[in-house]
């Protein structure tokens, strides 16, 4: 059995909505209970649940179903919750916070390996196993992943795919359709990688007890996914690479069965960004892959359906916008130019494309920074990007000369973790982007970014494996002044490194 995996569902009118996700064989479904634990205050109370099956399929010459179950909590005024459940007896417990409180989120991002023959040198429990301790001491209210939950790129070694890769260009990419034999292979491929990534103990004990809130992406469909020449994005084995990827996404990190159910969706656009409120906390969840072209991160519907969500929030002191690339980050696009003269395709060119810095992104993330900027300027509310992929951790800044609120500057900090499992880039690397990390970039309307120094070090990036905790102010600390406190949380390090993120009005 597979699971359980929550996600977090929503929060409306004090009820706080979680999804419990379990892949099973055998001809009996499991049994499910859900309880909110007694307090000095008030006695144990049970809770209603909902069941539904999601897919069924045939592996490995079992049946396989699956199940969710959707819990509703009404939320305590004051205070947290702690719910049980139990499935056949076996019992795991989650957090809720009390009603409109900012939650307490841990992020991720690069959960796996580019090259799975490291897997058997390098262990990948580590930093999860750090975020279980700490959660252990305080309690994670969700779990946010933002981006390579599993790594798909063993498909093109463990697949009829490497025969396809193998090909000369004009026979990849001809236009005769996909057997079945292959579709089925990748079918077979993507729903393995999944039971198999996320039954590792250090992954499942922490699915089972935050809900979750992931977006995909390019490693869980193809590495580079979205960057390719349209020859090779459009060809038969890509889009039905895509579609199988998608159906999975669907299924193990969103808990639905089509994307019409999707939960927290917005709505009238193509791909799947979400977004959600709890409290005075808003949280962005920006789809970077399902539309990606050399061209455009997003396609216009997507910008507006994410925009109107945005001009919607006008009493909203924090946004959380979880975008899988940096916004800020040091500009390789030179480097990128000398990549796409040289013959053949470069080992880093599609990685280069992807970053929003690349030079056909550029007006695309331009605009994105003004929208932010204004909404800042308009609302009061505070701005914080979460971010990955890159396999560092650093903090970057969007700054304005223009732009303020009651006097008040407006910063829009960047917060990047990676990766929770990834090793970190070699040691040159680093030197390079130490090197490049203290030029500040010129944007027009007086915007400037820059990468910042860790607080109390002299080095912008951590070449290390990490994950992140968001950590409001609790009154329990005697504070009350609704901070947001960042922290990394670094592989072989006992302290985290910490940034205090303000906010905007008080």
Request: hydrophobic fraction near 40%.
């Amino acid at each position: 059995m597979l699971g359980p995996i929550l996600k977090f569902c929503g929060c409306a009118d004090g009820k706080w909505t979680v999804s419990a996700l379990v892949v099973w064989t055998g001809d009996t479904q499991p049994t499910f209970q859900a309880t909110v634990l007694p307090s000095a205050a008030s006695a144990a109370r049970p809770l209603e649940v909902t069941t539904r099956r999601l897919r069924t399929r045939l592996h490995k010459r079992s049946v396989h179903h699956a199940d969710n179950w959707l819990i509703c909590i009404e939320q305590h005024a004051t205070r947290d919750l702690q719910v049980a459940y139990s499935i056949d007896g076996q019992v795991h417990s989650f957090t809720v916070p009390a009603r409109d409180n900012a939650p307490t989120c841990a992020y991720t991002s690069c959960n796996g390996f580019s090259d799975y023959k490291k897997m058997k040198d390098i262990p990948q429990d580590p930093v999860w196993n750090k975020m279980h301790a700490n959660h252990a001491q305080r309690p994670y209210h969700l779990l946010l992943m933002g981006g390579d939950q599993v790594y798909s790129d063993a498909m093109w070694t463990t697949t009829a795919l490497r025969d396809w890769a193998a090909a000369p260009n004009d026979k990849k990419l001809a236009k005769k359709p996909v057997s079945k034999t292959l579709q089925t292979e990748i079918d077979d491929f993507f729903f393995a990688n999944y039971l198999k990534v996320w039954s590792y103990q250090h992954i499942a004990r922490m699915l089972a007890s935050v809900p979750t809130v992931m977006m995909w992406d390019d490693h869980d469909i193809i590495d580079g996914w979205g960057s390719y020449p349209p020859a090779f994005q459009q060809s038969p084995v890509f889009e039905m690479i895509y579609q199988v990827a998608r159906d999975y996404f669907l299924l193990f990190q969103q808990h639905s069965a089509t994307q019409d159910e999707l939960p927290l969706r917005l709505p009238l656009q193509p791909g799947f960004s979400k977004a959600a409120r709890i409290g005075d906390y808003g949280l962005l969840v920006l789809d970077l892959r399902s539309e990606r072209t050399p061209d455009q991160v997003m396609g216009a519907e997507a910008w507006d359906a994410a925009y109107r969500w945005l001009d919607a929030q006008h009493d909203c002191k924090h946004l959380l916008i979880m975008s899988s690339i940096p916004v800020v980050h040091p500009d390789f696009s030179t480097l990128e130019m000398l990549l796409c003269a040289l013959p053949g395709q470069q080992e880093l060119e599609d990685d280069l494309k992807d970053h929003w810095l690349s030079r056909t992104h550029q007006w695309e993330r331009l605009r994105l920074i003004h929208r932010l900027q204004e909404w800042s300027q308009q609302t009061g509310g505070r701005v914080t990007i979460l971010s990955g992929d890159v396999h560092v951790a650093a903090i970057g800044a969007i700054e304005s000369r223009q732009k303020h609120y009651q006097g008040k500057p407006i910063t829009i900090h960047q917060l990047t973790s990676s990766g929770v499992v990834h090793p970190p880039p070699p040691a040159m690397a680093l030197f390079y982007l130490e090197h490049v990390g203290d030029r500040v970039e010129e944007l027009e309307g007086g915007i400037t970014t820059a990468m910042y120094k860790f607080p109390g070090t002299s080095h912008r990036y951590i070449g290390a494996r990490n994950y992140l905790s968001l950590e409001p102010d609790r009154a329990a600390d005697g504070r009350a002044r609704h901070r947001l406190w960042a922290n990394w949380h670094v592989e072989h390090e006992a302290t985290p490194y910490r940034q205090a993120i303000l906010p905007l009005a008080e």
